[in-house]
T-cell receptor, first 113, second 112 residues
Framework: GAGVSQSPSNKVTEKGKDVELRCDPI?????LYWYRQSLGQGLEFLIY????????KSGLPSDRFSAERTGGSVSTLTIQRTQQEDSAVYLC???????????FGPGTRLTVL | GQQVMQIPQYQHVQEGEDFTTYCNSS?????IQWYKQRPGGHPVFLIQ?????EVKKQKRLTFQFGEAKKNSSLHITATQTTDVGTYFC????????????FGKGTKLTVNP
C-alpha cells in the first residue's frame, strides 16, 4: 500500500523457532510502526521508530520480540522462540503524506504450529 | 497513556440503513484520523480532522470533530454492501513520543 512492502506475505513456523519479518517503507517517511492484528481484532501497537530517536518499544508483548530499523529505512521484526499465541497478521505502517497519515503494508500472516 | 475509546465494537445493518461509529478521549486531541479496513485487507486512511467542530464529507460519509476536540464520529448514510469493513479512529498522543494511537475499531456488516 502506497509504497510499503512486507515480506514474507505468509510464514508458517513451528513452535519454538525464531522468525524475522521484514518491512520496507520504500519511499520517504517520517515514522515507522509495527502492529499485530489477531483474527477479527483491532490493531495492537508493537513498536514505533521516528527519526534518530530511540524507538518506542512500549507495545512489545515480551522480550521475545525485538525490532530494528537499518539506515533509517528497512525494518525487521524478530520473534524468538515463537508461541502459538504469536499467530496473527503483523502490519507495518509508515507515516507520510500531507496529513502525516499512515500507509500500511499488506502484512505478514504468521502461523505458529 | 492516552486512549481512544471507540463504540460500538460491532454493528450489523440492513442495506440502506444509516451507521455511526463514535470515538471518545478523556483528553483534548490535536487531531483525529479515520481509517477503513476491508475484510482481508489493511487499513486505509480516509480523512483527518483538526479544527474544533469540524465537519467533512466524502459522498455518503460524514466525519465530525467535537467542539471540545475530545470526540469524533463517522456517519454513513444509506449503507451499501461496499461499506462493509472495520472503521478505526486514531489520534496522536500528546508529548512523549507522539505516536498515533488507534481505537479498537467498529466492525460493520451490511445485510443486502
Amino acid at each position: 500500500g502506497a509504497g510499503v512492502s512486507q515480506s514474507p506475505s505468509n510464514k508458517v513456523t513451528e513452535k519454538g523457532k525464531d522468525v524475522e519479518l521484514r518491512c520496507d517503507p520504500i519511499s520517504g517517511h517520517t515514522a515507522l510502526y509495527w502492529y499485530r492484528q489477531s483474527l477479527g481484532q483491532g490493531l495492537e501497537f508493537l513498536i514505533y521508530f521516528q527519526g534518530n530517536s530511540a524507538p518506542d518499544k512500549s507495545g512489545l508483548p515480551s522480550d521475545r520480540f525485538s525490532a530494528e530499523r537499518t539506515g533509517g529505512s528497512v525494518s525487521t521484526l524478530t520473534i524468538q522462540r515463537t508461541q502459538q499465541e504469536d499467530s496473527a497478521v503483523y502490519l507495518c505502517a509508515k507515516t507520510s503524506g500531507a496529513y502525516n497519515e499512515q500507509f500500511f503494508g499488506p502484512g505478514t500472516r504468521l502461523t505458529v504450529l | 497513556g492516552q486512549q481512544v475509546m471507540q463504540i460500538p465494537q460491532y454493528q450489523h445493518v440492513q442495506e440502506g440503513e444509516d451507521f455511526t461509529t463514535y470515538c471518545n478521549s478523556s483528553t483534548t486531541l490535536s487531531n483525529i484520523q479515520w481509517y477503513k479496513q476491508r475484510p482481508g485487507g489493511h487499513p486505509v486512511f480516509l480523512i483527518q480532522l483538526v479544527k474544533s467542530g469540524e465537519v467533512k464529507k466524502q459522498k455518503r460519509l460524514t466525519f465530525q470533530f467535537g467542539e471540545a476536540k475530545k470526540n469524533s464520529s463517522l456517519h454513513i448514510t444509506a449503507t451499501q454492501t461496499t461499506d462493509v469493513g472495520t472503521y478505526f479512529c486514531a489520534a496522536l498522543t500528546q508529548g512523549g513520543s507522539e505516536k498515533l494511537v488507534f481505537g479498537k475499531g467498529t466492525k460493520l456488516t451490511v445485510n443486502p
